[in-house]
């Protein structure tokens, strides 16, 4: 039903009470007194003739009277039950329309995700074929495979334009022990660096999420719970931590039955609630790519390292 029909159909109803109401009680106020005048004057021929009479016509004149009464009555509840149908009946079609929208919000979700899924696949599948022999062919690898995410992020996670986000993969550097991003990507405005501070094993949402394997999603920061090693991390805070990484997650990239992760994906937003487990759906779906192409780097630095060995006498 359309919301204005069904406001215009429940206005001409009520209107067509009131001039229901307006005759009623004319004819209780001018009717009625008229016949019972008339009646007085000659009660008492009427009672001579016969008493049956008289009382005949007081009861007929009482049963006007409660009719009208009851049609004035129930007027008004009659009106308010049609208002309160017609009102079920528009809220029964909004829910009706809020349940398609989110239907087809859902179904775009679904496209661009697959979009973005099926161009990471295809950039991936040609670095595997040309093979990643050096760290630079793998950024431009890791770019090319998750720049789709990042383009699709206001589809995909609901970023909107003015909100500070912010894409890293991160890799363990055994020299360090610590894991340093290879590849960033970030908002215009974000305060962060091009390549983001490196993370100790074991410290912050990416040291945590690489010692465990686990993944780690925070959907509010100033939320009670969150462990003091990701909300103040020893010797990582900047000063604009507390307003730019609000909501946060960091995924394991692993592959096989590697029990130890390639490398981290951290993804960030200033905006509480953003990353929550429904929405990082889609990001874990370009996990398994990740994790191929950083196999398919550290078998490529195998062989180089064991061609570069010398042979035993």
């Known amino acids: 039903m359309n919301d204005d029909v069904g406001n215009r159909e429940i206005a001409a109803e009520i209107r067509r009470i009131r001039y229901q109401n307006r005759f009623v009680i004319t004819g209780i106020s001018l009717i009625l007194p008229t016949l019972i005048g008339i009646y007085s004057n000659f009660v008492d021929d009427i009672v001579a003739i016969s008493p049956f009479l008289f009382f005949s016509v007081v009861g007929l004149l009482l049963v006007l009277q409660l009719g009208f009464t009851l049609v004035v009555l129930n007027a008004d509840p009659h009106a308010l039950s049609l208002y309160a149908k017609n009102t079920r009946l528009l809220e029964e079609n909004r829910t009706g329309k809020e349940r398609l929208a989110r239907a087809e919000a859902l179904l775009r979700h679904g496209t661009t995700s697959r979009v973005a899924l099926t161009a990471s696949l295809t950039v991936a599948g040609v670095s595997m074929r040309n093979g990643i022999r050096s760290r630079a062919e793998l950024v431009e690898a890791v770019g ?67 010692r465990s394997g686990a993944t780690t999603i925070i959907a509010d920061m100033g939320e009670d719970g969150v462990p003091e090693s990701i909300r103040n991390p020893p010797g990582q805070g900047e000063p604009y931590d507390a307003t730019v990484y609000r909501s946060l997650a960091a995924f394991p990239v692993m592959f096989d039955d ?49 061609r570069e060995m010398p042979s035993g006498s």
Request: aromatic share 6%; glycine share 8%.
């Open 144 to 210: 090319d495979a998750l720049d789709p995410i990042v383009e699709s992020a206001g589809s995909l996670l609901g970023i909107e334009p003015d909100e500070l986000w912010s894409f890293a993969l991160y890799l363990p550097e055994d020299a360090s022990d610590a894991l340093v991003s290879i590849w960033r990507r970030k908002a215009d405005g974000h305060p962060g660096s091009d390549r983001g501070r490196p993370w100790p094993i074991g410290i912050g949402h990416v040291g945590i999420t690489f």
């Open 258 to 306: 590697d029990p130890r992760p390639k490398g981290v994906l951290a993804v960030t937003s200033d905006r509480p609630g953003r990353l929550t487990e429904q929405s990082c759906l889609p990001l874990k779906d370009h996990l398994p790519i990740l994790a191929t192409l950083l196999h398919s780097a550290d078998s490529a630095d195998s062989a180089s390292d064991s």
